[in-house]
């Protein structure tokens, strides 16, 4: 899909700047059999690679694939080779007790919850292992937002709560049990999935809740694309429904056997291009790289003089 954004940049001259986000693809892990499999934007899948116990998925800003097998108590990596992702793991760490969900940090360090033993891993890009909280109530989804900081649904207690970058923690919200997904939008707003009452909330960044969907079944794990649509597996109904952003429901994908975590894979993110539309001798183009949504003229960061149009 293409944005288009116009301004006057000097007297008589109009500036397109236009740019498109390239779809992505959705790789999902499969409870019953461990396999992971990736689906193209238009809902075609295919077989990626096959598991044991698989759980968690999340992609790394380098655009490698992490994998949580629960039962075997690893993480495995795909590799990413230059935009070819491998379809063979390597071990990345191991000796973990049930790791279920995963969330990279900005610094590229990977966090694992396990909800059996109460904990949240932290894992470094080298594999160093340490325990970044503990003496929680079956700890689940795991986010993170712009500031850096982790949020996570704690099943038991009903809480979501919020940890800095080293560790301190306090209550986002509570009274919110069987909350078991979380993920953050381009807003920085946050969305819950609650098994217990199969639904969606909303909540903004001050913590004002709202309900966002309601009605599903068993709704377990939540994903956005870099559109703003947001994915929610179905394991017990074996599908995948996309909102998109003003709550608008669909199905994705439907006949599913068990389809668990969701992540989708990064791309390189476009860069704006130009055209003319009125000529002027000298105009001035605006350049910026836009991931994710069209900026507003004070948020572009470079200037560019481009030679006069048409050449003399």
Sequence with gaps: MWHLFARAVSIGTILIIAYGTQA????????????????????????????????GLAFNNAG???????????????????????SIPTLFASGLNGPQELAFDSAGNLFVSNA???????????????????????????????????????WDS????????????STFASGVYGSIALAFDSAGDLFAANQTYNNITKFAPDGTQSLFASGLNVPAHL????????????????????????????????GLNEPLGLAFQPVP?????????????????FRHRLPHRLRQPSEVK?????????PR
């Design 24 to 55: 992505q693809n959705l790789f999902v892990s499969y409870l019953s059999n461990g396999r992971i499999n990736q689906f193209t934007p238009g809902g075609v899948e295919s077989a990626f690679a096959s598991g044991s116990g698989t759980w």
């Design 64 to 86: 490698d694939l992490f994998e949580a097998s629960n039962s075997k108590g690893n993480i495995y990596k795909f590799k990413n080779n230059n935009g070819a992702l491998s």
């Design 116 to 154: 059996q033993y109460g904990d949240i891993y932290k894992i470094t890009s080298a594999g160093v292992i340490s325990t970044f909280a503990s003496g929680l109530s079956w700890p689940e989804g795991l986010a993170f937002n712009r500031a850096g900081d982790l949020f996570e649904a704690d």
């Design 158 to 169: 009903g809480h979501i709560y919020k940890f800095t970058p080293d560790g301190v923690r």
């Design 223 to 254: 994903a956005f694309d870099n559109a703003g649509e947001l994915f929610v597996s179905e394991t017990d109904n074996g599908r995948i429904i996309k909102f998109m952003p003003d709550g608008t429901q669909s199905t994705f994908a439907d």
């Design 269 to 285: 993110e476009p860069s704006s291009s130009w055209m003319l539309v009125l000529g002027a001798p000298v105009f001035l183009a």
């Design 302 to 310: 470079k200037i560019f003089f481009l030679e006069s149009y048409p």
